[in-house]
């Protein structure tokens, strides 16, 4: 019964290759969100979808492509990956609308490129 | 720019009180939230304010002043489990939320 889940957990691969990293929430939250955690700490938000539509799109390299099937569902997709794009990686969702709108994480997605 | 500045570290004791402050520079402000996060774990929502003044929610409390930018977590009776990362964030004029690096507090014997 995991609210937010994301698979994989644990992702290597070599520069170049392409990937996804994958994204469920069953809390029937309107907003989706994928944030980027690097060796600093700092949590970074990437996009922002709210009922499938992209509401939010920070400066990110276009070698990354959100895609939200329905909004229960927000994938990540990344191109000819690069060093500098290990980090963890979080999928969050959140109610849309409502004046707190308390963000629920996944677990995170540990991406190395070698 | 928007800037949220906290410590990078803090030190206490198990059994005492600490207090973990954050200052913001924001375009507007539509709430302040402190989230928690284990090492290795996804963040965790604490608490949020939005008018100023103190939230308390058992040993965990958060107060907030608007007019000086500044909100802080006070923790009590700290237990070893409280070790973490504490990510203060605040949310803008266009409602997006803005993260400060977080805090990370270690708790000794």
Redesign the interface.
């Known amino acids: 019964d995991t609210a937010v889940s994301q698979t994989p957990k644990y992702l290597v691969t070599q520069m170049g290759n392409d990937k996804s990293i994958k994204c469920e929430q069953n809390l029937g939250h309107d907003t989706m969100y994928w944030y980027k955690q690097d060796s600093?700490?700092?949590?970074?938000?990437m996009f922002?979808y709210n009922n499938k539509e992209l509401i939010?799109n920070e400066t990110v390299p276009n070698r990354f492509s959100p895609k939200s099937p329905d909004k229960a569902h927000l994938n990540l997709h990344i191109n000819s990956l690069e060093l500098g794009d290990s980090a963890v990686y979080?999928c969050a969702s959140s109610p849309g609308g409502g004046?707190?709108?308390?963000?629920?994480?996944?677990?995170?997605t540990r991406l190395l490129v070698l | 720019g928007q800037n949220i500045d906290q410590p990078t570290e803090m030190t206490a004791t198990e059994g005492a009180i600490v207090q973990i402050n954050c200052t913001y520079q924001t375009s507007g402000f539509n709430?302040l939230?402190w989230y928690q996060?284990h090492a290795g774990?996804?963040?965790?929502?604490l608490s949020?304010n939005?008018l100023d003044g103190l939230e308390e929610k058992g040993r965990f409390s958060s107060f907030l002043s608007r007019s000086k930018g500044y909100s802080y977590l006070l923790l009590k009776e700290l237990q070893m489990k409280d070790s973490a990362?504490y990510?203060c964030?605040v949310?803008d004029s266009n409602?997006?939320?803005i993260?400060g690096?977080?805090t990370?507090l270690i708790i000794k014997p």
Do not use: C, D, M, N
């Not at chain 1, 600093?40 to 938000?45: A, G, H, S, V």
């Not at chain 1, 004046?99 to 995170?108: K, S």
């Not at chain 2, 774990?41 to 929502?45: H, R, V």
């Open positions: 600093k700490k700092f949590l970074k938000i922002s939010i979080f004046e707190v709108e308390t963000q629920y994480f996944g677990p995170g | 709430g939230f996060q774990e996804a963040p965790t929502f949020y939005v990362s990510l964030a949310r409602y997006q939320l993260w690096a977080g990370k």
